[in-house]
């Protein structure tokens, strides 16, 4: 039994987001999430770091790479209820193109409340070798343990938790012009306009926030270089809005004697109050099997055992699919 309610507002937009993207949503999403983060989930749901394998020289011990790439400039994530209504085509991401408000982006809902994540810029950090997450296993007992495998960061995100009775919305970047530019002085040259992210929803939960500078049209950024080193030394605000959990241990079924054998993904971590009870109950009762007691000398490695482990995993791609 999870202590919040089962229409938690915080619940609803974490289960909507993962029916997506298969990824948790941070209800907060100022809160630092690393990859190489590794934890275990509390009793509402949330994930609480223990340390970091890239820190800890962990990930140097196993040769676990990490990467980062740019993703669009501008992304945005609709939970499966939710349908595009009009997105504005190829607009450039200038100060110009938001102060002429066409940066917007209409979604229509069909039923139930409904999720919408928008994020200015996103990048996406990601272990370059997943399989080689498995190779932890042979450095101590990860009881319960989950990790961050992938993660998007960006300077300016907004989520939005619709009311149920929300069937269309807008969610959008606007600007507060200076009282020069209100007048009558172009936008473009100059003066501090306050560039912000803005709903038409007047019900539901809200939150967003915005740190990426927005150039004038035809201005590129000449420090691309610096900005990405200010995100990696936490000298720039940076926001967390979207993160992968794997948990650390092998897959079920599988023999003791095979997981130092082979590389292989570790599973995905449905957020807990998703999984079928009856489900749950088999995984705890196949993860005890596999443990050995205190004591018990784990049997040497062998092609049976690799056979066997690798028949298991296969099976449960297939039904995963």
């Known amino acids: 039994m999870w202590p919040f309610s089962q229409h938690s507002?915080?619940?609803?937009?974490?289960?909507?987001?993962?029916?997506?993207?298969?990824?948790?949503?941070?209800?907060?999403?100022?809160?630092?999430?690393?990859?190489?983060?590794?934890g275990r989930l509390q009793d509402d749901g949330s994930f609480a770091p223990h340390g970091n394998?890239?820190?800890?020289?962990?990930a140097g011990k196993y040769k676990?790479?990490?990467?980062?790439?740019?993703?669009?400039?501008l992304r945005y994530v609709v939970s499966n209820n939710g349908k595009e209504?009009?997105?504005?085509?190829?607009?450039?991401?200038?100060?110009e193109s938001i102060v002429e408000g066409h940066i917007k982006h209409k979604v229509t809902f069909s039923k139930g409340r409904g999720a919408l994540l928008a994020m200015l810029k996103p990048r996406l950090t990601t272990v370059t070798y997943p399989g080689r997450l498995s190779r932890l296993l042979a450095d101590r007992e990860w009881s319960d343990f989950v990790l961050v495998?992938?993660?998007?960061?960006?300077?300016?995100?907004?989520?939005?938790?619709?009311s149920t009775s929300s069937k269309e919305v807008t969610v959008g970047l606007g600007a507060s012009l200076?009282?020069?530019?209100?007048?009558?002085?172009?936008?473009?040259?100059?003066?501090?306009?306050?560039?912000?992210?803005?709903?038409?929803?007047?019900?539901?939960?809200?939150?967003?926030?915005?740190?990426?500078p927005v150039m004038r049209r035809g201005v590129s950024s000449t420090a691309e270089e610096d900005k990405l080193s200010n995100e990696e030394n936490g000298s720039e605000p940076?926001?967390?809005?979207?993160?992968?959990?794997?948990?650390?241990?092998?897959?079920?079924?599988?023999?003791?004697?095979?997981?130092?054998?082979?590389d292989f993904e570790l599973p995905n971590v449905v957020p807990p109050w998703m999984k079928d009870p009856k489900e749950e109950k088999e995984e705890?009762?196949?993860n005890d099997a596999t443990i050995p007691t205190r004591g018990e000398e784990v049997p040497e490695y062998s092609w049976r055992d690799l056979f066997k482990s690798l028949t298991s995993w296969i099976r449960s791609q297939v039904s995963a699919v």
């Open 178 to 212: 200076p009282v020069a530019a209100a007048a009558g002085v172009p936008a473009n040259v100059g003066g501090d306009i306050d560039v912000h992210w803005h709903t038409d929803a007047h019900s539901g939960d809200w939150k967003c926030a915005h740190h990426e």
């Open 238 to 262: 940076l926001c967390y809005p979207l993160f992968k959990l794997v948990a650390i241990r092998r897959p079920f079924g599988s023999p003791v004697s095979t997981v130092r054998a082979f």
């Open 53 to 58: 394998i890239f820190a800890e020289g962990l």
């Open 149 to 162: 495998s992938e993660a998007y960061t960006c300077r300016s995100y907004a989520r939005l938790l619709t």
């Open 284 to 286: 705890a009762e196949n």
């Open 64 to 73: 676990i790479e990490k990467h980062t790439q740019g993703q669009d400039k």
């Open 9 to 38: 507002p915080e619940r609803e937009y974490v289960s909507l987001m993962y029916k997506t993207t298969a990824c948790y949503a941070s209800w907060d999403p100022l809160r630092p999430v690393h990859v190489g983060d590794f």
């Open 85 to 95: 209504v009009s997105v504005a085509p190829d607009v450039d991401i200038s100060l």
